[in-house]
């Protein structure tokens, strides 16, 4: 399959990784949008949140119990945005599941 993010995962494209473990991976946003700007990616395969099901659900959890350990060791005591873009309508433009943590600054107009 050719997605960036599972190649990145198994390290056929380097990244600037800020945390792995077996079953998910983080690292620094290219195109940052914030000074601080870290995806996190499950190594498992699923193109978005339409693919979470009951039965690879815990992978999502997983991040989200890896989440605050990293914004807390990346400095982001005065809080961080998750953002999760879904499909064309959002913006997606890699179809491998990421969450996108952004800080380091106070952030601006709200989306919601
Ligand atoms: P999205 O628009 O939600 O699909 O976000 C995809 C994100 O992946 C964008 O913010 C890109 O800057 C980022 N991105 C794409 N390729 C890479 C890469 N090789 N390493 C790090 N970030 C990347
Ligand atoms: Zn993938």
Known sequence: MDCIFCKI?????????????DRCLAFYDLNPQAPIHVLFIPKKHLCCVNEITEENAG??????TVIPKVAKELGLENG?????NCGADAGQTVMHLHFHLLGGKTMGEKII
């Open 80 to 84: 961080y945005r998750i953002i999760n």
């Open 9 to 21: 995962a198994n390290g056929e494209i380097p990244s600037k990784k800020v945390y792995e473990d």
């Open 59 to 64: 992978e999502v959890a997983h991040i989200f």
